[in-house]
């Protein structure tokens, strides 16, 4: 069983930043494909950024140039670092851990983009 545990979410003004963490529970962390997805009220869940375990990187078009994915696989844990950010932005953050077939997935945390 593999349990992801997120952080960092929270009240932040438009053009501030914030950063989100996500600690995994098992060894897979480092053959894992990790991602952040995020899903505002009446939206359906979207992708946000993923790293792959070879080291290659995506991200969603309205986030490039301003977020960042990276991983530390000594410490099982995947960040996201966003700046300026937007009202749009506003949304619960899920971690996800895809490995094989299986997809496991955080709690979520929420970001807000409020003046």
């Known amino acids: 069983q593999v349990q992801l545990v997120e952080s960092g979410g929270g009240l932040v003004q438009p053009g501030g930043s914030l950063r989100l963490s996500c600690v995994a529970s098992?060894?897979?962390?480092?053959?894992?494909?990790m991602g952040w997805y995020r899903q505002a009220p009446g939206k359906q869940r979207e992708l946000v950024a993923r790293t792959f375990n070879g080291g290659g990187t995506n991200y969603e078009d309205s986030v490039k140039g301003r977020f960042t994915i990276s991983r530390d696989n000594a410490k099982n844990t995947v960040y996201l670092q966003m700046n300026s950010l937007k009202p749009e932005d506003t949304a619960v953050y899920y971690c996800?851990?895809?490995?094989?077939?299986?997809?496991?997935w955080g709690q979520g945390t929420q970001v807000t983009v409020s003046s």
């Open positions: 098992q060894t897979i962390f480092s053959r894992a494909v």
């Open positions: 996800n851990a895809h490995y094989i077939i299986s997809d496991y």
